[in-house]
């Protein structure tokens, strides 16, 4: 494997549970770091949601690579922010023998 080109910074998000006061939860979404990242579109298509179609493409993301357990590790259903655009994270991964990077899994979908 080549060495990835980290060249996106990424801020890394994890969801937190809050109490709606109604019986229920709402989610926010806690900060955790920012990360640089080598961002890699692979597949795409259209789908729906709750009727309305929206369109998914699947990313590759590289990062550096990190201990398990620790803040700096992305995780399935964190997320990564660019801005506006939001990448669920699906799997994590090691890219290499060394541990030295991780490949993340992750999907972005917008309403058409």
Known sequence: ???PRLNRRL????PIRQSDNAGGFTTIWQPLGSLWAQVTARTGREAAQ????????SYRIIV???PLNTPQRPK??????????IFL???????DDDGRHLT????E???I
């Open 76 to 85: 399935p259903e964190q997320r990564f922010r660019d801005g506006d655009r």
């Open 89 to 95: 994270i699906q799997a994590v991964a090691e890219a």
């Open 50 to 57: 709750m009727g309305a179609p929206i369109s998914a493409v």
């Open 1 to 3: 494997m080549s060495t």
């Open 64 to 66: 550096r690579g990190a």
């Open 11 to 14: 801020l890394l998000e994890t």
């Open 104 to 107: 993340c899994f992750a999907t």
């Open 109 to 111: 979908e917008t309403a």
